[in-house]
């Protein structure tokens, strides 16, 4: 046991040494967080971080024409590999382990394997994921979505930031869209993730194995009035749609509530955006979770009838479009308790979103959490102590083990 724990010991150490070379790179010094935006400078770093680690182990490195990119230790024609990794993109100001945490743990994955002398029968892919936050493009598991198909790649190509740079510049050429031939070659994609929320804090785990993911989407209303002067413009006489936009965000907050649901608007935007000024438009941004789907549909009516209903009142309109919409994903069962089993792990579901979520539709798709002791995400709040983390660069060790020599 002595000499378990010492072998442990020595994992952290490693595991912070790996970790404090990226730790640095788009931390906001005021916030603390990250603003590691698709394709940005910050973000094109991790991509360069990513190609040193891959020479340094020997590993060819592949762009999939999508931004997605693909480290193999193997043989680079043979099929049935196992994918793993995640991505480096963040939100706004958000914490520093989600995403990052899954391709810093897939490295050190591949060097515990060789430490052992392990040699897989079928190879490692290590894949870093192009803007699956969506924060920089609109649409999140952009990557994902254009390895498998799964958005055309106009609309990919055309989607623009917010200073009129479209994805295909950002990207430099393409996107090439859908890669079959890529996709088949894998037989398994398992992503480790830091956990979103207290489950595994609750149940005293370190390491976790996910059972699916809710269905989520996300929806643009916009809400337009008469722009007008603040002093002068009597209260009768407005058409207000800040007014409509307020009462929607209260309204998605109850009807997800009595849904047992998550409804969030936490972004904004408003024209002609002046303090003595009456907004002649308001656009707001729901994120909404649930469940089932059917609760989902549900809640999103419920707030486009309130919306729609308030709008009357206040003389004001209202337009909604969906910009995106992710099914429940229930992940390969088979797999996910192979790994339980494996692990001595906890099974839990997760309301938020992930590139494994995409894939699982088009491959066998695992999910492994490693604790969170804040149960905060999207923040600079968001940790995960060492110790945990290496536990985790341990159980994906085992996984790929299991799944490339079994």
């Not at 394709?39 to 991509?47: A, I, V």
């Not at 009595?258 to 935007?269: D, P, Q």
Request: with cysteine; aromatic share 6%.
């Amino acid at each position: 046991m002595l000499t378990d724990l010492l072998e442990e010991g020595s994992l952290p150490h490693r595991f912070r040494a790996l970790w404090d070379e990226i730790a640095p790179i788009g931390r906001d010094g005021r916030s603390g967080g990250y603003l590691r935006y698709a394709l940005t400078e910050p973000e094109l770093r991790l991509r360069e971080w990513f190609h040193e680690q891959a020479d340094r182990r020997g590993m060819p490195v592949t762009d999939d024409g999508n931004g997605n990119l693909f480290a193999r230790w193997g043989d680079p024609e043979a099929g049935d590999a196992v994918l793993t990794g995640s991505h480096f993109d963040s939100v706004p100001h958000g914490g520093a382990y989600d995403g990052p945490l899954g391709i810093v743990s897939a490295f050190l994955a591949v060097d515990e394997l060789r430490a052992a002398g392990v040699t897989p029968a079928r190879p490692v892919v290590i894949g870093a994921f192009v803007e699956e936050e969506g924060a920089r493009f609109g649409v999140p598991c952009l990557g994902s979505r254009l390895l498998t198909g799964e958005i055309a790649v106009d609309r990919a190509a055309g989607l623009r930031d917010a200073d009129g740079v479209s994805f295909a510049e950002a990207l430099g050429a393409g996107p090439a869209g859908a890669r079959p031939e890529l996709l088949g070659r894998f037989a398994a994609f398992v992503e480790l993730h830091v956990e979103q929320g207290r489950a595994m804090v609750d149940a005293d785990a370190p390491i976790g194995v996910a059972s699916a993911i809710w269905p989520h989407g996300r929806w643009r209303f916009e809400f337009t009035g008469e722009g007008n002067h603040a002093g002068t413009t009597r209260m009768a006489d407005r058409r207000d749609p800040m007014l409509t936009y307020a009462f929607t965000v209260l309204a998605a907050n109850k009807e997800a509530r009595l849904r047992g649901a998550h409804a969030t608007v936490g972004r904004v935007a408003v024209e002609p955006n002046a303090t003595n000024a009456i907004p002649s438009k308001v656009t707001g941004w729901l994120d909404a979770r649930a469940a089932e789907p059917e609760t989902l549909t549900g809640l999103v009516d419920a707030v486009r009838v309130k919306a729609a209903e308030r709008a009357r009142r206040d003389g004001t309109g209202v337009a909604l479009t969906e910009e995106s919409a992710t099914p429940l994903v229930a992940f390969d069962g088979g797999l996910a308790g192979r790994l339980a089993s494996l692990l001595d792990a906890p099974v839990l579901p997760t309301g938020a979103g992930h590139d494994a979520g995409v894939l699982a539709a088009h491959l066998p798709t695992a999910m492994l959490f490693v604790r969170n002791p804040t149960g905060v995400s999207h923040s600079p709040a968001e940790s995960a102590d060492d110790v945990d983390c290496a536990a985790g660069v341990t159980a994906l060790a085992r996984v790929l083990e299991e799944l490339t020599c079994r």
